[in-house]
């Protein structure tokens, strides 16, 4: 019987992780649809502009960019390739391993990045602050 209570206290607690987090993101994707991004779009761009670990504005292999978005391969492939034809960031073959690829933000995805990033931080603010 304990062990119900506690599974269903669980299960409770995932439904309401699952819920903010829809919240969350469908907020995030209302406040930069006007800037032509969604929540995706910002979640890279984050990555790349605020840094991986060899630090910020080092470029990025796209294995790592897989590591720290929540996309699968091909999805995170057809997204860079959509921001890259918007200008947003550059690709370049990696010379020492031709099989790999270094993503890297242009001038206007970082100008574009800065001017989107509080919308962003405040959505984060209001959905998940508690009181």
Do not use: K, N
């Not at 930069?32 to 470029?59: I, K, M, N």
């Not at 099989?99 to 890297?104: A, F």
């Amino acid at each position: 019987m304990a062990a119900d209570t506690a599974g269903a206290r669980l299960e409770q607690r995932w439904r309401g992780i699952l819920s903010v987090h829809a919240r969350t993101v469908c907020e995030i994707d209302r406040v930069l649809h006007p800037h032509g991004l969604c929540a995706s779009d910002f979640e890279v761009l984050d990555v790349l502009v605020s840094g991986t670990p060899d630090g910020p504005g080092v470029p990025c292999r796209v294995q790592d960019i897989a590591e720290r978005v929540h996309l699968s391969q091909s999805a995170l492939s057809r997204l860079l390739g959509r921001l890259e034809r918007e200008g947003l960031l550059e690709r370049t073959v990696c010379r020492e391993d031709r099989r790999g690829v270094w993503v890297s933000p242009t001038v206007r995805g970082r100008e574009l990045y800065a001017l989107v990033r509080p919308l962003q931080r405040e959505v984060l603010s209001r959905t998940l602050t508690t009181d």
